[in-house]
């Protein structure tokens, strides 16, 4: 071994990076490590070294290269070394002089950390989390998006108390979260979770190191930040809505009173159950493999039956209220709408139906494009007086986006002589805007307005005033959970048309066509409505 070799190993057990500089502070040869992949070491070679450097680096770099002395070393200074693309690097460095070379100037150079970020925080700023799920339901929906996309559920140990210190943590703060941010799906996808956790969509090919960019801001502040992450992938070939759903059920455990352990566990896992759930549903809408029970809706003047609510229900334990929601929630809601649709239709077609009528639900969701009412209209086509047999109950489950849109499809089922209903009017913010902007022929008020009904003067002040609006528009009201006697007087009284509730019977497998007044009763428990 020679002994040049010998002397590089000794130099490089201590140094990433050996160059020379000439009397003019140029780089005229270079050896070792770039400060990062992108800018290796010869890319330094024939530029002047200042131009790696950073704000007061610059100054006390020139002044250690000023008062160097042949056969002296400096001191050890620590800078920070650029990276391109506003990155950095924290290095060690000792400027040697050896008068066989001088003027030249020998420097060994060795990287403390990972290259990070200088923390711009001129960034977009960090999201709620209900804005980090829509711009997740946006980077999911979107066709011709095929990036490979993983969550990351980041913790920052340390943040807290830092962001608590004064100015100097207020300021880390801000570059740690501009860090997080930046490092997301294009830089506008991260969201806060708590004081010390963050939640990002990330595209998996991407390497930054973030968590490093992290520890280094706090080291660059005099302070001590433990990030830590842990991702989820989300793999292709599902739907993207199933992953929508699963990152919800994840961020709202994060936001829960004590957060959730390991957020990304829980990502995997409801992802896991919603698939299972999904094809579970879908196998129950294609065999038709439920149940609808109609609740008798009566004119609260006569007592006489009016028409009756075809309500689902399931085989599986518990309400159908959560598995409309997950059916909402994974687009899949359409298809179970005109399935319920199907199973009324067939009832009113059976032997000894007489003239009853059905209302069915319709999501506002099955009603974002035209294919729900195209298909109830093919459906009834053949026999259209079964048509003036119907009533579609919009649920507010669900906002629906495009009222203009909305109001043509269902104008064009009245134009047919399908009935339109809002249901759970008052449920929703949107309840007003509905009955402003749809054309309908009823509203039926939210049950919870009628539940407290004789106590609270409030609700029977609002219910008066939505009857007489309805009254001016032609619009007929309906009142459901009515339980007690009294109750259906008091709405009888204030103006409004029908009532439902189980003073008139609850729903059953085969309509009752002769409706009693039952003694007054309280339910105990069960979910009268679809969801």
């Known amino acids: 071994m020679s002994m040049r070799a010998r002397l590089l190993g000794l130099t490089f057990a201590s140094a990433d990076l050996l160059i020379e500089l000439d009397d003019q502070g140029t780089v005229v040869f270079a050896l070792g490590s770039g400060p ?92 709620s989390p209900v804005a980090l799920l829509e711009r997740a339901h946006q980077v999911l929906m979107d066709p011709v998006d095929n990036r490979s996309l993983a969550v990351a559920f980041v913790d920052v140990e340390g943040l807290e108390a830092a962001a608590a210190s004064g100015e100097v943590g207020e300021r880390l703060a801000a570059r740690v979260e501009a860090a997080i941010q930046s490092a997301s799906l294009d830089g506008v996808s991260t969201g806060r979770l708590g004081p010390e956790r963050f939640a990002m969509l990330r595209d998996r090919i991407d390497q930054t190191d973030f968590l490093g960019e992290v520890r280094e801001l706090g080291l660059s502040e005099g302070l001590d930040l433990f990030p830590r992450a842990s991702e989820a992938a989300i793999e292709h070939g599902g739907e993207p809505l199933n992953a929508l759903r699963a990152l919800r059920f994840a961020v709202e455990g994060c936001l829960a009173d004590g957060g959730l352990e390991r957020p990304e566990v829980t990502f995997q896992a409801s992802l896991t159950r919603t698939l299972r759930e999904a094809d579970a549903f879908r196998s129950v809408v294609r065999t038709r493999d439920f149940d609808l029970h109609y609740q008798p809706i009566v004119s609260l003047s006569t007592g006489v039956g009016h028409h009756f609510e075809a309500l689902a229900r399931f085989k599986t334990s518990g309400g159908p209220a959560a598995v409309i929601h997950m059916a909402e929630e994974l687009a899949l809601i ?164 029908h009532g439902q509730g189980w003073l008139f019977g609850k729903a059953e497998p085969e309509p009752r066509t002769t409706v009693r007044v039952q003694e007054p009763v309280r339910r105990v428990g069960e979910v009268a409505g679809w969801g």
């Open 334 to 497: 359409e298809s179970f709408d005109l399935a319920v649709a199907e199973k009324a239709l067939a009832r009113l077609r059976r032997p000894g139906a007489g003239l009853m009528k059905f209302a069915v639900n319709v999501s506002g969701a099955s009603l974002s494009d035209d294919r729900y009412v195209e298909a109830l209209l093919r459906m009834t086509a053949a026999r259209p007086e079964e048509r003036r047999r119907l009533v579609v109950e919009v649920t507010e489950s669900t906002a629906l986006a495009e009222l203009e849109a909305a109001n043509r499809r269902l104008g064009a089922l009245r134009s047919a002589g399908i009935k339109v209903c809002i249901d759970d009017f008052g449920a929703g913010a949107a309840s007003y805007d509905y009955l402003r902007g749809l054309s309908v022929d009823a509203v039926k008020i939210d049950g919870r307005f009628i539940q407290n009904l004789e106590s609270d003067p409030r609700s029977q002040t609002l219910i008066a005033h939505l009857v007489g609006m309805c009254a001016d528009l032609k619009v007929e009201t309906i009142a459901e959970m009515i339980e007690t006697q009294s109750v259906a007087d008091i709405l009888l009284n204030l103006g409004v048309d």
């Open 36 to 127: 990062c992949p992108e800018l290796p070491c010869d890319s330094m070679v024939g530029r002047p070294f200042a131009e790696k450097l950073t704000g007061a680096d610059v100054a006390v770099f020139r002044a250690r290269l000023a008062e160097l002395a042949p056969g002296r070393r400096s001191p050890c200074m620590e800078l920070l070394v650029t990276c391109g693309d506003k990155r950095v690097r924290r290095a060690s460095l000792r400027l040697f002089q050896l008068p066989d070379v001088a003027p030249n100037v020998s420097c060994a150079i060795q990287y403390e950390g990972a290259p990070y970020s200088l923390g711009d925080t001129n960034v977009s700023p960090v999201l």
